[in-house]
């Protein structure tokens, strides 16, 4: 059974930085495309970042651009997002997202919900402004 648990959100200032982790067990994480998706109350789920098994290839949202960046260290079984100069509107859960995926498919980023099989139970981001 495979289980992805997040870490590392809390409460920051605008300007500050948080890293979130999400670390997979009970599978093979290395054959996994990977994502990182945000809620935030009233909104739809979105996808704010993703990476590919093979890392070669990363999705980020248009409004985190130059400011976040996703990772993963097979070694460790784990995800990252790196965010930096987080803003109010950043304000969410963020919830880390996987699905196996065959070699051929390894280049792609995905990006949709409903790509994804496994999901994290979410880590609440607060930017206070």
């Known amino acids: 059974q495979v289980q992805l648990v997040e870490s590392g959100g809390g409460l920051v200032q605008a300007g500050g930085s948080l890293r979130l982790s999400c670390a997979a067990s009970?599978?093979?994480?290395?054959?996994?495309?990977m994502g990182w998706f945000r809620q935030a109350p009233g909104k739809e789920r979105e996808s704010v970042a993703a990476?590919?098994?093979?890392?070669?290839?990363?999705y980020y949202l248009d409004s985190v651009k130059g400011r976040f960046t996703i990772s993963r260290d097979n070694a460790k079984n784990t995800v990252y997002l790196q965010m930096n100069s987080l803003k109010p509107e950043d304000t969410a859960v963020y919830s880390c997202?996987?699905?196996?995926?065959?070699?051929?498919?390894?280049?792609?980023?995905?990006?949709?919900?409903?790509?994804?099989?496994?999901w994290g139970q979410g880590t609440q981001v607060t930017v206070s402004s």
């Open positions: 997202a996987g699905k196996s995926v065959g070699f051929y498919s390894g280049a792609y980023a995905y990006t949709g919900n409903h790509d994804y099989v496994y």
């Open positions: 990476i590919s098994r093979n890392a070669r290839n990363t």
């Open positions: 009970g599978g093979t994480f290395r054959t996994y495309a």
